[in-house]
């Protein structure tokens, strides 16, 4: 199955699981000369595991951890963990012709993600917070703000959260009865079947709000994929036509992507930078040492990308930028946040992001055709900003907590009144708001993007 093909199979989510903030690279590893280390027959499951192991020792971020006497009769999934430094959270490995080891979630399966709450009377709610657009979700007719009552007709409760989520990701269809939220009633409950399927690339939506003739812009950008710069120069044209003097990035549920797409809309946000202005700093192990890129050699890795000076052109050269992110905001979104941190002031609302503070390419059999069908997506560098800043792996937190799910029903997002995007607005038009501090008394028992195949949870 080639590289293609799984990403038409398992749509968006898997762009972001790929750990590909470079173009897509493939490796074949050299046979690292150890001693007393046997030389295995093709094929067998301890060439592969050699492989594997050779590969991590070139590449992997804690090379120098790893043991130095794995088990290579293990299943090669399970001699893969082995090997990993119990700080990673994110490393994880496939092989392209088992769908089964591919990471799953119920995002990439069916379109849409929901949070378990616990209310302060002790009520659990069950509310869809996320829907992607022409997705299996959104055509069987779910909405975000609904609440969800039941999932294959079973009342979801504290205790089968947990059971319930993960025969989720293991089927292909799901029965939902939901319903709407009304001063803490569920009303208007209907039954609706979503079955599994693709999802399409995700639009940006942008909308503009102007209050005493000052002009804010709200983009709400879903992920990072490569060749985005071009949609992200159309947007900020369009921004600069209409005289916008502020803005507010929605990242909320950005896992991240392509890094060169992440430099392209930085890019475009501060004044006072040049092609040579430092961007991100690369670190890795004795292998890899240190690499350090502008703004323009990071904007290049995208080859479709326009040039840096293109994308300059249509800057706002703004002094102060407003970032609305949650748990989900990952990887490329959190370098936004970091590393524009030198060039202007970062104004984060909402929760503290998941803390991906490394980047990291697939590794794969080069031979035509592949002897091994084994992928390795290893974290392979730590990220820093133009200032060396970094180290962010307990998460970036915001400036301005605020809890989206503190009031109910979920507005849309871009909807002037949604609980997060309302507090940024009330800060730059200086209104006073009392949604800006967390509801500890409100639980978060789960979040259906914690169940990924990878370790999303802190």
């Known amino acids: 199955m080639n590289i293609t093909l799984i990403k038409n199979l398992y749509g968006n989510q898997f762009k972001f699981l790929l750990l590909s903030f470079f173009a897509f690279i493939s490796i074949v590893s050299c046979r690292q000369d150890d001693e007393g280390i046997p030389d295995f027959p093709e094929g067998s499951t301890e060439s592969v595991n050699l492989w594997v192991q050779d590969s991590m020792r070139r590449y992997y971020y804690w090379a120098e951890h790893m043991p130095s006497k794995p088990n290579y009769s293990l299943p090669t999934q399970d001699f893969f963990k082995s090997l990993l430094s119990p700080q990673d959270r994110f490393s994880f490995i496939l092989d392209t012709k088992d769908a089964s080891t591919y990471p799953k979630s119920v995002r990439s399966r069916y379109g849409f993600d929901y949070t378990i709450l616990q209310q302060p009377d002790g009520k659990i709610v069950t509310v869809i917070k996320l829907v992607l657009q022409n997705s299996p979700a959104q055509n069987a007719g779910l909405k975000r703000g609904m609440v969800i009552t039941k999932i294959n007709g079973v009342v979801i409760t504290s205790a089968n959260m947990g059971t319930i989520s993960s025969s989720i990701i293991n089927s292909t269809v799901l029965h939902l009865s939901v319903g709407d939220w009304n001063n803490g009633n569920i009303t208007n409950e209907k039954d609706i079947t979503v079955y599994y399927g693709f999802t399409l690339d995700q639009s940006l939506v942008s909308k503009i709000f102007e209050h005493n003739g000052k002009k804010t812009a709200y983009l709400y950008i879903y992920d990072f994929p490569d060749g985005m710069a071009q949609l992200l120069l159309q947007k900020f044209s369009e921004f600069k036509a209409l005289g916008v003097q502020a803005l507010i990035l929605d990242l909320r549920y950005n896992y991240g992507g392509s890094v060169a797409s992440a430099a392209a809309l930085c890019a475009m946000i501060p004044a ?156 730059i038009y200086s209104k006073i708001s009392g949604n800006e501090m967390p509801d500890h008394s409100l639980k978060i028992l789960w979040e259906s993007d914690w169940q990924h195949g990878i370790n999303m949870k802190k």
């Open 272 to 427: 006072g930078i040049s092609s040579n202005s430092p961007f991100i700093i690369y670190r890795g192990n004795k292998n890899g040492g240190e690499v350090k890129m502008n703004f323009s050699q990071q904007i290049a890795y995208d080859k479709s990308a326009p040039g840096f000076n293109i994308l300059q052109a249509n800057t706002l050269g703004l002094s102060k930028v407003y970032i609305l992110t949650s748990e989900s905001t990952a990887s490329a979104s959190e370098i936004v946040i970091n590393n524009l941190k030198p060039y202007l002031e970062v104004i984060q609302v909402g929760g503290t992001t998941l803390g991906k503070d490394m980047a990291g390419f697939a590794i794969e059999d080069k031979h035509n055709p592949p002897k091994i069908s084994w992928q390795i997506h290893p974290v392979i560098y730590k990220v820093y900003n133009a200032n060396s800043e970094g180290e962010y792996s307990n998460g970036i937190s915001p400036q301005i907590s605020v809890n989206e799910f503190s009031f109910l029903p979920l507005l849309p997002l871009g909807d002037p009144n949604e609980t997060i995007l309302s507090s940024a607005l009330n800060k």
